[in-house]
């Protein structure tokens, strides 16, 4: 039954009329969703969100990417689809790709609601045949767990996430792409469904297991070692060394890959994803000590620049942050360290307000801050280095402005002086 189940899907992804149904249209599945639906396939897109599926039937795009604006309004409506997800309305699909969010609570706890409802719902239906793809950022283990044990014979791979986004030359279709399978036939499945959309290498690693830890590993990797440069920053601070030409420097060796310190670590997964490893290495008795100290250092930035406004603020002063998304020319808040800062300067009973290109002033107040603007100020402080700064930062900064640089921006020294994170420019 199994071979036949297979060969049936094996032409129909090959014809491109395999019914693929994405789970979750955010950053990851919604550029996935139009890049299938862009080579023929039937694609339907499923969400809980009616607003967002009027936005999304209408040709709105709801994600900050924008570089899929125009293909979007090409398949919607035809080959995409979107639909409110529930039992009946997935049912007929042949594929399930699930793109949904894989958090932590606030005290770091992995938070898989989001991909148990849909298990649940994938448990419900006929899945003879199919063919279950998890694209969600899990720890090692999480995709057998979840999807491995429904009724009948159907098909399981993972394949990691990847996406950067911001990132004008990486996408969906040119990131290479890992994949892992629960049998051979599952991953010869995904192997060739990818490679029917990527302009890049589809990378079959042995097992689910491989795909999930080499997510966990690149990422962790990013997190640690940005730890490790923002632990050389505070050195170099107390050392009046400038830590970005040291990295400069460093970088001429062709082993050092170089990483910047700053106000902080945002974002879905940097700041997120470690935190899945180390809840399995507990289960499995094995301590990872670099990895949670790289996660503190990160989570301690925001005090660290903190430190450097009390040095320098006096009564009275007005005071602007400058960008409050996780990092530069990027419209997303999640995890953002510029938040957690400006709640410590509000601790502080030091006024200030916030100023970000990407978002109105009636957001920045939604958000419980006072709304800034490109005026002169006596103390800047930069939250997220937007490429807007190149413009702005004139008309804010005058003779007597100090600036807190949380981000490096500054080359050359400012107003009185340049207060950044390892370096200093007066
Ligand atoms: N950051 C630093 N120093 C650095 C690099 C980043 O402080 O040297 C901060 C950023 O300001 C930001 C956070 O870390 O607050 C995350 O930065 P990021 O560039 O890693 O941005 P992300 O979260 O969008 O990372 C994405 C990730 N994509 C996925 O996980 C699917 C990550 O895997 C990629 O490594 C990253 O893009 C990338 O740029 O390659």
Sequence with gaps: MKNKK??????????????????????????????FAKHG?????????????????????????????????????DKLQVNIISNDSISNQDIFIICVPTPVSEDKIPDLADLKSVALRLSKIDLLGKLIVN????????????????????????SPERIDPGNKSKN????????????????????????????????????????????????????VNIGLINEFAKLADECKIDILEVIKAASTKWSFHAHYPGIGVGGHCIPVDPYYILELAKKKNVLMPIVEKGLHENE??????????????????????????????????????????????????????????????????????EPGSVKKVDMLIIGTNHSS??????????????????????????GIAVYGVGRTLV
Excluded at 136 to 149: D, H, L, W
Excluded at 404 to 409: A, E, K, L, M, V
């Design 389 to 414: 700064l190149l413009k702005d930062y004139v008309e804010i900064i005058g003779d007597n402005t100090i600036v807190i640089d949380g981000r490096n921006y500054f080359v050359q020294k400012v």
């Design 41 to 77: 396939y039937p694609v339907t897109g499923f969400i809980r969100n009616e607003k967002k599926l009027q936005d999304l039937q209408s040709g709105k795009n709801p994600i900050s990417d924008s570089t899929v604006d125009e293909d979007l309004k090409k398949v919607i409506g």
């Design 300 to 369: 301690g930035m925001p005090k660290f620049v903190m430190g450097k406004v009390l040095k320098n603020y006096k009564k009275g002063m007005s005071v602007l942050v400058y960008g409050i998304t996780y990092k530069r020319d990027v419209a997303d808040l999640r995890e953002s360290p510029v938040t957690v800062f400006c709640r410590k300067l509000a601790e502080k009973n030091i006024p200030f307000c916030v100023y970000d290109p990407f978002f109105e002033k009636k957001d920045i107040k939604s958000m419980g801050f």
């Design 135 to 158: 694209e969600s950022t899990v720890a090692p283990f999480t995709t057998r767990e979840v999807f491995g044990n429904f009724n009948g014979d159907y098909f399981l791979a993972c």
């Design 172 to 223: 969906t279709e040119n990131i290479p792409k890992v994949i892992g399978g629960k049998d051979n036939r599952s991953l010869e499945l995904l192997e060739i469904l990818y490679q029917q959309i990527l302009k890049t290498e589809v990378v079959k690693v042995s097992s689910l297991e491989a795909a999930e830890m080499a997510k966990m590993l690149e990422n962790t990797y990013r997190a």
């Design 6 to 35: 297979f060969d049936e899907l094996l032409i129909k992804i090959k014809n491109k009329d395999a019914k693929i149904g994405v789970i979750g249209l955010g950053y990851v599945g919604l550029p996935l969703a139009i890049l």
